[in-house]
């Protein structure tokens, strides 16, 4: 099938810790990936995305690589803050319509 | 401002009652959504249109009615509101192309009493 699964929150850090929130999809193609961030409130906003197989987004610190082999798209950042705090959903396009599929979301508290 | 906007941010109404949401875009999209988010923050497209046109219409009930007066408009009309409607219904647009991100509204925050 076409969907995207992350790894289940909520995700707890301390300031300047190491995240990763895990990401893999399934599609027929080669989909674009995308990262959206939704602060307490607010609609959701692209972080980052990538849209070839070994491509590197990033933005604000985040980082996100397009792995083929693996069918993954993990976000990373090297030293979060508190003000990262926020849901973050992993989504692919579908090269074939113009459907956007949505991961279930993984909350992140850091605490300072 | 170059912006997805939509009205109104909060909607408390009670059960049986009929409402709208309205989206407007000005950034020259061709594609609107329609996004249920349920309290998990489950995020589920409903409607799609491109250039007015219904191109993804999802397991909805046939009480929720989308609306594309023109390509930069997707207003939601739903007839009878039930309690498991509450949610937050997010609007969002999109260019035609396989590369192209998302643009999503603030929100509304839908509750039925």
């Known amino acids: 099938g076409n969907s995207v699964t992350q790894m289940e929150g909520p995700v707890t850090l301390s300031e300047e810790a190491f995240l990763t929130i895990n990401c893999t999809y399934t599609?027929?193609?080669?989909?674009?990936l995308f990262w959206y961030v939704q602060y307490p409130g607010e609609g959701l906003q692209l972080l980052l995305k990538?849209?070839?197989?070994?491509d590197k987004g990033s933005n604000k610190g985040f980082e996100a690589t397009y792995r083929k082999e693996t069918t993954s798209f993990h976000l990373e950042k090297g030293s979060v803050q508190v003000s990262d705090s926020a849901v973050y959903f992993c989504?692919?396009?579908?090269?074939?319509?113009?459907?956007?599929?949505f991961g279930p979301g993984t909350r992140l508290s850091v605490l300072p | 401002d170059t912006a997805v906007s939509q009205t109104p941010k909060y909607l408390v109404t009670q059960m049986g009652n009929d409402k709208s949401i309205k989206c407007e875009q000005n950034?020259?999209?061709?594609?609107m959504y329609w996004y249920k988010q349920d309290s998990k923050k489950f995020l589920k497209i409903m409607f799609s249109?491109?250039?007015?046109?219904?191109?993804i219409n999802e397991t909805v009930p046939n009480r929720f009615s989308p609306k594309s007066p023109d390509k930069a408009h997707l207003n939601l009309h739903i007839n009878s509101l039930e309690l498991g409607d509450s949610a937050v219904y997010f609007c969002?647009?999109?260019?035609?192309?396989?590369?192209?991100?998302?643009?999503f509204g603030n929100g509304t925050r839908l509750t039925v009493t």
């Open positions: 969002a647009s999109s260019q035609v192309a396989d590369t192209s991100p998302l643009h």
């Open positions: 599609a027929t193609g080669y989909p674009s």
């Open positions: 990538a849209t070839k197989a070994d």
């Open positions: 989504a692919r396009h579908d090269n074939y319509g113009q459907n956007f599929v």
């Open positions: 950034l020259g999209h061709d594609t």
């Open positions: 249109y491109n250039n007015k046109e219904l191109i």
